[in-house]
């Protein structure tokens, strides 16, 4: 068994071996020339020459802050002193030995060449003499050749001159395969959270300022506030807490001595009812709450007020200060005690030592993983499996699934496969266990130019495991012949671990499908599609299968095709209408993000930055945060895809920073202040006009989210400082005014603003509830800035909202939006728990191209309709169905009164969009 397991795993291998590699440094080589299997367990997205190690990352006596010795992608981390004595900074133990090829390093390093230095050791004490390789200055990643036999510990030094930081290792060789991991896409930071699990006691009444007594302690649970941070007790803060009949208390003591609190913040999510949610507030020393931040915060949706209660209390010595969190109030029934729920602190307090200690390492109501998981009195589940590993509200139990296999829609039938929509999420929410519209033909219409998604959700039925083989047969025209021009590819989607819980979100072509060690690393459905195009599914289980047609190049006409899901023959059907997209060029489609191929020191495939370059071409993504001087080779596939790019970027240098800091003042704005900065926008211009790159194509930010204080005054200052320099240069402003209490007024607003925004801003881009409304804002007095005359004006949101945001553009008459953003990784991109801050990015690196995501598909959508509603307005067609479009937006329910159509709104929308375009009904 272990043999033909082993063969397979081979014949995967080799069978992707077809295509060429292209390393970071220029190099390429075809795939069956690679320097055998990345051993080094790195934490990207690889094909299947990745071969697990078990590696491990041990740090050496030169470096002193170990913690930051972790693989993490794009910040590997440690900053290797030179060193005089041939000693190892950086060991590399694989358990089980390892042959070693190539050593691959992407390195940063000051003026100068360096040298790296490579040692072995059996035991990791005793260590061979060392090969030196030198690192040229001009090239950031090196390809370190090697013959080494057998190695256990493998060691690293700096014999330089200079500082050497290495921001990406990988190692090329061969090993024994190392055993797979507990559970696919069970992230570290995730396994550990069910080692901090805490059962609290649930006590009568509670405890308050009035009644406090040390003794009142005893029936609280203490608990280590830092556990996550792994200090030491002495350096930890405690605090106690317990169930009551309302929800959670919580106690803090002040027994700290020589530390003082600035604020505490709770976090409490609500896992099991309301993903998406958190509940915020703040602390104040003094123990009183500041209710303007008391509020349940969804990311997508805003906020809404809640009441806790915080009052300090004393006895004798003891002091302390007692919260409240009115859990019972957060629940849809009022029982809150057969949840499991999440808890974290932030705390922010000062040592007599000098040292500042936070957990997380910021304050963000964005936290990683909580330090604790509050288990009540949990409810029984005797769930007979789930739709989808990893998303427990798909489980369904022994009976659902029988009465559900015994259905008349079911008989006979060895795969449940049910038509759906890309934007259709009713799956994260129930089981799937359809019953109607089972195994039915699909018919989709589409233009000359487009890409569409054909999806279906693929049941098993039957009381055993099925390996289910996915196959399309190829479009057919009306002669019969084989319609080449009309392209498609499968792809299927995977459960990824996010912060708001587990998600149907990456979607997996075959041309850029991940290797089983990424694939079950970062996957929590695995096993389901690790080797698709032949799924592996348990009774009840699902998995989504796409089919990706691109219509570019095609004739119009109607063709037809069969799709294979193993017996089962599902029908497809596209017509091609005699209708092409027109691209608005004066368009400003911001992504907020810089290509995944120049943040990715791996090795990709030598088409890597074409797909890229294609997908960003294909949601109209035409906005990049970069200066294009810096760096006009990793930016040439995107420039030649679309040479209308436009590029933003902070163009004052150190004083972006001073700015952010409130440190420009009208004391501080000297005259030689002001030369300075000019000094720095006549290099970047200068720059940029001998690269070629005209004053059309490029902004100059100067910070990022200017609020009403005075980095207002100082936005509006130095704008009218470099507009009387070059009134060429465009200026870019994004204000977001977000205070701790909420959004400044409107007239807060206006007074910071209306001195300079109108007269030098040239893409207005304020955040969306400035414009659109949030709470009791009111926005219609702002208008007179954000609407005003001038090259693009827009909004912006985040995180990615989906296809709604370019219809809100399209029907406020402005010609700029996006979101935050398509890639921005804050560390590793497949890890929302590995920062303090949850990931926003809507599309992943992946092994051939940037693997898209189900929301970043909804970006893609929006860019085609925003595209048919400016041509329709154009062509004058049809006023009355833009008016129902627009309406339709606030009242979904107007679409019901479009005949024959029973479809998700938004494919009604379209269907609408191509009827009035092409002038007659969609058969």
């Keep these: 068994m272990l043999k033909i397991q082993f063969a397979f795993i081979l014949l995967a291998a080799f069978a992707a071996f077809t295509q060429e590699w292209q390393f970071p440094d220029g190099s390429k080589v075809s795939q069956n020339r690679l320097p055998g299997w990345l051993i080094s367990d790195n934490q990207g997205m690889f094909g299947n020459f990745q071969k697990r190690s078990g ?28 060193v005089k004595k041939k000693i190892p900074g950086i060991i590399l133990e694989f358990p089980s030995g390892a042959s070693l090829r190539e050593i691959h390093l992407a390195a940063d390093f000051a003026d100068g060449p360096g040298c790296i230095t490579v040692f072995t050791s059996p035991d990791g004490k005793s260590w061979t003499d060392g090969q030196p390789y030198d ?209 974290s602190l932030i705390a922010d307090f000062h040592q007599h030592k000098g040292r500042r200690y936070t957990f997380p390492s910021v304050q963000s109501y964005h936290a990683p993983a909580q330090f604790s998981l509050l288990e009540a009195k949990m409810a029984v ?18 009976g659902q699934l029988e009465n559900w296999r015994n259905c008349d829609e079911l008989r006979g039938k060895k795969l449940a496969v049910a038509e759906t929509a890309l934007e259709n999420g009713s799956s994260r929410n129930q089981p799937l266990l359809p019953r109607a519209d089972l195994n039915r033909s699909r018919s989709e219409v589409m233009t000359r130019t487009e890409v569409e998604n054909l999806c279906w959700f693929a049941v098993n039925p039957l009381d055993c495991v099925q390996n289910v083989r996915i196959s399309f047969d190829g479009f057919r025209a009306s002669d019969g012949k084989h319609a080449d021009s009309l392209s ?15 998600e149907l979100r990456p979607v997996f072509m075959q041309n850029n499908f991940p290797g089983r060690v990424s694939l079950h690393r970062y996957i929590r459905n695995a096993s389901a599609i690790e080797a698709f195009p032949v799924l592996k599914l348990q009774p009840g ?93 990793g930016l040439a596939e995107i420039r030649a895809k679309m040479p209308n790019m436009i590029y933003y970027f902070r163009g004052i240098g150190k004083y972006s920073v001073q700015l952010k800091k409130r440190q420009i003042t009208p004391e501080t704005f000297t005259p030689e202040m002001q030369q300075d900065i000019l000094k720095q926008v006549k290099e970047n211009r200068d720059r940029l006009l001998a690269a070629g790159f005209d004053y059309s194509c490029w902004f100059m930010s100067l910070i990022d989210e200017p609020g009403v204080n005075e980095t207002a005054w100082a936005y ?21 005014c977000w205070q701790s209490s909420g959004f400044a007024s409107a007239e807060e607003i206006l007074k910071a603003y209306s001195p300079w925004y109108n007269r030098y801003v040239d893409i207005s881009y304020p955040i969306a509830p400035l414009y659109f409304g949030w709470g009791k804002l009111q926005t219609a007095p702002l208008r007179r800035l954000w609407d005003a ?29 996006g979101f935050y953003s398509m890639f921005q990784p804050r560390q590793q991109p497949w890890n929302d728990f590995d920062s303090v801050v949850m990931d926003y990015q809507s ?28 041509m329709l307005k154009k062509s004058g067609k049809a006023p009355e169905v833009l008016k129902k479009l627009q309406d339709s937006l606030t009242d979904p329910s107007i679409l019901d009164t479009v005949p024959e159509l029973d479809q998700s709104p938004w494919r009604t929308r379209r269907r609408l969009l191509l009827e009035s375009l092409s002038g007659r009904p969609l058969n």
């Design 541 to 633: 289980e699902a998995a989504c299968v796409i089919l990706r047609v691109r219509s570019e190049n095609a004739l119009p006409g109607i063709y037809q095709g069969n799709l294979h899901f193993g017996e089962t023959v599902i029908p497809v059907t596209v017509k091609i209408l005699d209708l092409t997209l027109e691209r608005p060029r004066e368009v400003w489609n911001n992504g907020h993000s810089m290509p995944t191929i120049l943040r990715a020191a791996m090795p990709v495939t030598g088409d890597y930055a074409v797909n890229e370059a294609q997908y960003y071409y294909d949601c109209g993504i035409n906005v990049m945060p970069v200066n294009p001087a810096d760096n006009p080779a």
């Design 55 to 82: 590696m491990k990352i041990l740090a050496a006596g030169n470096l002193k802050n170990k913690e930051v010795l972790r693989d993490s992608l794009y910040n590997f981390g440690p900053t290797l002193p030179p």
């Design 381 to 398: 589940r005797t769930a007979a499996g789930s739709s989808w590993q990893g998303i427990d509200r798909t489980s369904f139990t022994r």
């Design 843 to 870: 599309i992943y690196p992946g092994v051939n191209g940037p693997v898209f995501t189900v929301i970043s598909e909804q970006t893609r959508e929006a860019w085609e309709d925003y595209c048919m509603l400016t």
């Design 716 to 736: 509006g200052k130095i704008a009218e400082l470099i507009k009387k320099f070059d009134s060429r240069i465009q200026i870019y402003c994004n204000p977001c």
């Design 135 to 343: 690192l040229p200055q001009e090239k950031k990643y090196h390809r370190l050749k090697t013959d080494l036999k057998d190695v256990r510990f493998l060691g690293l030094s700096n014999t330089g001159k200079k500082r050497l930081r290495i921001t990406e290792l990988q190692v090329w060789g061969d090993c024994p395969e190392a055993a797979a991991p507990r559970a696919s896409g069970i992230l570290q930071e995730m396994l550990s959270r069910g080692e901090r699990k805490t059962v609290l006691p649930t006590v009568s009444g509670r405890v308050t300022g009035a009644n406090y007594t040390p003794q009142s302690l005893g029936s609280y649970k203490k608990v280590n506030l830092f556990q996550f941070r792994k200090l030491t007790p002495e350096e930890g803060m405690f605090a106690y807490l317990a169930f009551n009949q309302d929800g959670l208390s919580v106690i803090f003591p002040h027994e700290h001595d020589g530390r003082k609190f600035r604020s505490l913040a709770i976090l409490v999510n609500r896992n099991d009812l309301a993903a998406g949610q958190y509940y915020q507030f703040n602390l104040t020393p003094d123990g009183k709450i500041r209710t303007d931040a008391s509020r349940v915060i969804d990311p997508a949706k805003g906020g809404m007020s809640f009441i806790a209660r915080a009052e300090n209390a004393a006895s004798g010595n003891s002091k302390v200060s007692i919260v409240q969190i009115p859990l019972k109030a957060m629940t849809e029934d009022g029982r809150f005690d057969h949840y499991l729920w999440s808890f």
């Design 789 to 817: 005359p001038r090259r693009f004006n827009g909004t912006y949101i985040h995180p990615c909202p989906g296809r709604i945001q370019a219809w809100k553009a399209f029907f406020a008459n402005q010609n700029a939006w």
């Design 488 to 502: 498609t590819e499968l792809g299927t989607v995977g459960v990824v671990e996010m912060r708001n819980g587990p």
